[in-house]
């Protein structure tokens, strides 16, 4: 419900075995998302393998660099946060440039 507020459509996979119940048949068509899965397919799995994408950017920079922050006050967390983001994009623009 927090993310239809906001306007958007979330991106989830349900497992093929799942039947789902009535109550939550109502609130994901109240979000929208079940109409864009069943009647846009294909747009729904371009949009569901870019989340697969930065899934996998967010998973090898916890192994690269390390799984928490260091710091215990929120604002320096933030900080720390963006500042590996930027190592890690200085580290793969390195990296394509001298392949």
Known sequence: MLIAGIGAVPYIAIK??????????AIL???GWLI???KNPDDYAKHYH???????IFSAMKR??????RSRIFH??????????????AISLATIWYE
Do not use: D
């Open 16 to 25: 093929s075995n799942v039947k789902p119940s009535q109550n939550l048949m």
């Open 29 to 31: 068509h109240g979000t």
């Open 50 to 56: 870019r989340r697969s994408i930065i899934e996998g």
């Open 76 to 89: 320096n967390q933030v900080l720390e946060a963006i500042c590996r983001a930027a190592v890690w994009n």
């Open 64 to 69: 690269r660099m390390q799984y928490s922050v």
């Open 36 to 38: 864009c899965t069943k």
